[in-house]
Structure formats: C-alpha cells, structure tokens
C-alpha cells in the first residue's frame, strides 16, 4: 500500500482503494466533504474577517464540495485504472486533504492561496483520469 493511500484510510473513514467504481465514487464523495467540512467550519470561524474575494472564492469552494462533478465520477467508476493513474488520484486526494487541514488553522489572509491550491487539485482529478478514460472496465 502507498504512503498516500495509508495516510488517507487513517484520516477519513471508509477511505478504500480505488480496485472497483463504487469504492472509488465513494472515496471521491468522501474527500469532497472532508474538504467541504473544513471549509465550511474556516467560514464560520472567519467570516468577518474575509475580504469580498476571499469569501466569493470560499463560497465557491464549498459549492464545489457539496456537488460532485457527475461526468468525472462516473468515468472514475468506469475506467480500468493502472498503478499509476491510482497512485495520482490518491495524491490528488492526500492533496485535497492536507490543504483542508491548514484550512482549519489559517488566517483570513493565508485562506485565499490554500482554496486555489484546494481549486486546483479539484481540477486536476479529470486531467489525471483523461487518458485512461476510455479504457472502460468490461463486465
């Protein structure tokens, strides 16, 4: 098991490998809320202190964890995966995660570079799945 796989089972329940679709959708479901949680609880905890942009950005960030990206989770759950292409999802994920965590500690002026970084990750979850998007797992 990977460093990254090993450090997600530890901070999320119910984290699992990513050998079959449904597991996969679920770690996906349960890192966005993870992610979401910790937003969530940095804008109550800084909410006056937030600049106009920041809180947008904020906002934003938390809209994207309530709502998964439908097209890419059910590609998550129908694509044959190889090592690598898991290996980059689940450092993806630790990414997400880890980026939560500071969330929770910084500052009204350090939140907005950690929401790009959180933004960033989210995005690069499709372009990590791309090219083995259409190796679909056969039944």
Known sequence: MNGDRTVLQDRLTGYGDYADGDQRANNEERVRAFVG???SETRDRL???LNETTARALEAAILHCQF???RYIRCLQDAR???AT???LEKIDRRLVDAAERVCDASGGE???LIEEIE???KGRPVVLEPVAS???SG
């Open 68 to 70: 998964g990206d439908m």
């Open 111 to 113: 939140l907005q570079p």
């Open 81 to 83: 995966l190889d090592a």
């Open 120 to 122: 960033a990750a989210f």
């Open 37 to 39: 949680e910790r937003l």
């Open 86 to 88: 898991v290996a980059a």
């Open 135 to 137: 190796a679909r797992v």
């Open 47 to 49: 909410e006056k202190e």
